[in-house]
């Protein structure tokens, strides 16, 4: 049974991969670009006219949010992309009439999510070497938090892509809500320096937690406490997991 | 031993549309089971509860004594599905899309390119393997789904209307591996609008209208409750004027082709004698409509 079940998520994982790298013009190159236009932007032309943060250039303090912005937006867009085209060309049928258990299928596309989403990582970190010599205070926090992140992501795009029943459903939640939150959440600056009540308020947005931990990982400074973000990222990932799974069994949106 | 037990199956859909309702229907381990039913019958419905597309309301579903609710893995792995409509992405290249649902049934990448060579190569289609699923032909995509469904050998084969919109020559090659499948111990069941193909192939036949079977019964038997047959008869000579024969009505459609209906019941040799008395050949004789057709007509009227 293990062994099947193996197979089948082997399956599905290689599909997406092959997916992800034989478009790599759309998934690959398109947030290098991206992310590098940042760097050069904010971080060369602006961030030279500005003071350093808590010891750290200005540039040095953007390169890991801007790391983990690409990571949370890649994560997701593969998944709700991926899971929706499947669902729109109802290939995601060949999947529901074989005996592949719901979890399996779960982590089968949570798999590309963070293929996609940690290559992309990777990629960028490489392009912030061109700018930036970053320091690696502890590679365990990079690593977890970037891993975590992606996963809860990823699931957060799987969600999308069950409820999504046309193209437009798949671009409102990244763009109203995934994009303004990162933005909010500490990507350009600390949120120390801004008002008490502002502070208090940014505290309620996970994604302060994910680029705070991250930053962490690479500066040692954090706006947070880590083991806070942790401990919200695995409660997020936990949640999360079960909700896409309870939307499986359901059905809801794959099965009449 | 039964292939497939269904037990008052009802479907409401969310709309208040009633698919189905109460359907109990036995196909046995086999046979060649053909589900006939107008358009909205409920025959899609049917197959979509039972490879679990379509929640059910209400019953039951037994593949080879396998309840689908309790023994979901065990009784998945038995079934096969062509669907009605395409749904493989048409990006990927033919022979990943057989690999791939064989590794939905957790057959190894080993085992399932060898599957997939098999039933690529019995329905021609192996020339094709490298080429992605877009460029192929309306026929070539029907047999894709064919090489799709077989890949992980289920017991159970369920086809919906898998001969639609394919050419006759094709339809013919179809039927011939279907039959061969048949008699290689695989239970078929088929849905169609064909009926020409469900008198061909099947050999138990059951009428689905308005979420409620009407007839289930064997070919034999189906076609034994029609009472009237039509033939068509091709003369060697120029007829002319036709004497009129006690409960058979004649007609000429041309020249040289006679039409005449007679009760089942009645002996053909007695046409033949009546039409000999008027030094009438025929060279050859065919029936006019599809028998089974008419029946259908009549049952779901």
Request: proline share 3%; aromatic share 12%.
């Amino acid at each position: 049974m293990m062994k099947r079940s193996l197979t089948s998520f082997s399956t599905i994982a290689r599909k997406e991969m092959t997916r992800i790298f034989r478009i790599w013009m759309q998934t690959l190159v398109p947030p290098v670009i991206m992310i590098s236009l940042y760097f050069i932007i904010f971080g060369g032309f602006i961030g030279s006219q500005l003071s350093d943060i808590s010891g750290y250039s200005y540039m040095a303090f953007i390169a890991p949010g801007l790391i983990m912005m690409s990571i949370i937006t890649n994560s997701y867009s593969n998944t709700v992309s991926s899971f929706f085209s499947t669902k729109f060309q109802r290939n995601i049928e060949e999947l529901l009439v074989s005996p592949t258990p719901n979890w399996v299928i779960v982590l089968g596309y949570i798999s590309g999510g963070m293929t996609r989403g940690i290559s992309i990582g990777i990629l960028v970190s490489i392009v912030s070497l061109v700018f930036i010599r970053l320091p690696f205070f502890n590679i365990f926090y990079i690593v977890l938090f970037a891993f975590l992140t992606s996963f809860v992501f990823s699931l957060a795009g799987m969600i999308n892509g069950i409820f999504a029943k046309k193209f437009d459903d798949i671009s409102i939640i990244p763009t109203f809500v995934i994009t303004p939150l990162t933005y909010l959440g500490g990507v350009f600056y600390s949120i120390s320096l801004l008002p008490e009540f502002w502070q208090t308020l940014s505290k309620a947005n996970p994604i302060v937690y994910m680029i705070s931990g991250f930053r962490y990982g690479f500066l040692g400074i954090s706006d947070i406490n880590i083991w806070t973000g942790i401990g919200m990222l695995i409660l997020f990932s936990v949640l999360l997991f079960s909700l896409t799974l309870y939307l499986l069994k359901k059905g809801i949106g794959i099965r009449t | 031993m039964f292939a497939l037990s269904i037990s008052n199956l009802h479907k409401t859909y969310k709309s208040g549309l009633k698919a189905l309702s109460g359907v109990t229907l036995n196909v046995q381990d086999g046979e060649f089971f053909g589900l006939l039913g107008p358009n909205g019958a409920g025959k899609t419905t049917i197959i979509g509860i039972i490879t679990s597309l379509v929640t059910k309301t209400e019953g039951t579903v037994n593949i080879f004594g396998m309840d689908i609710d309790k023994n979901f893995s065990s009784a998945k792995r038995l079934i096969g599905v062509v669907p009605q409509e395409y749904n493989f992405s048409i990006f990927e290249k033919v022979q990943d899309i057989v690999i791939q649902q064989a590794g939905y049934y957790g057959i190894s990448r080993k085992e399932a390119v060898k599957s997939s060579e098999k039933y690529l190569k019995k329905l021609s289609l192996w020339d094709k393997r490298n080429v992605a699923a877009r460029e192929l032909s309306g026929g070539m995509k029907r047999r894709l789904m064919i090489a799709r469904g077989l890949v992980h050998e289920p017991k159970l084969l369920i086809l919906d209307e898998p001969t639609a919109g394919v050419d006759v020559e094709l339809r013919r090659g179809m039927w011939d591996f279907l039959e061969e499948l048949n008699r290689n111990g695989r239970t078929i069941i088929l849905t169609t609008h064909y009926l020409e193909e469900a008198e061909q192939l099947c050999n138990k036949i059951a009428i689905i209208t308005k979420g409620k079977i009407v007839e289930n019964t064997s070919k034999r038997e189906m076609l034994r409750k029609l009472d009237k047959e039509t033939f068509l008869c091709d003369t060697k000579e120029v007829v002319t004027v036709l004497a009129p024969l006690e409960n058979v009505t004649f007609s000429l459609v041309d020249e040289k082709t006679i039409e005449f209906t007679k009760n089942k019941s009645q002996s053909i040799n007695r046409i033949f004698e009546h039409l000999n008395g008027q030094s009438i050949i025929v060279d050859s004789m065919r029936n006019k409509t599809n028998r089974l057709e008419e029946l259908f007509i009549k049952m779901v009227k």
